[in-house]
């Protein structure tokens, strides 16, 4: 079973790292989920809650970048 590689940012610290089926985010059009074999994606992510595999993160503001299965998601620092 191919999982994601997936990764979440802050400016202070590793908020999360490890493997997932699925990642759900908000992006500026709207929630989308990755899955494995997602295409190449750039996006930047709205206020609301990413979910990894169920498991929520609150999110003021960031990017996401999906390549290769791998998520990196890189979070701005709440003001």
Avoid: C, W, Y
Avoid at 8 to 21: D, H, R, V, Y
């Amino acid at each position: 079973m191919i999982l994601l590689d997936v990764i979440i940012l802050s400016p202070q610290e590793i908020i999360f790292q490890g493997k997932a089926n699925s990642v759900t985010v908000p992006g500026e059009q709207g929630v989308f989920e990755i899955l494995p074999f997602h295409k190449r994606i750039i996006s930047r992510l709205v206020a609301g809650k990413l979910s990894i595999d169920g498991q929520s993160f609150p999110l003021h503001r960031g990017i996401v970048k999906v390549n290769k299965n791998q998520v990196t998601i890189i979070l701005e620092e709440a003001s």
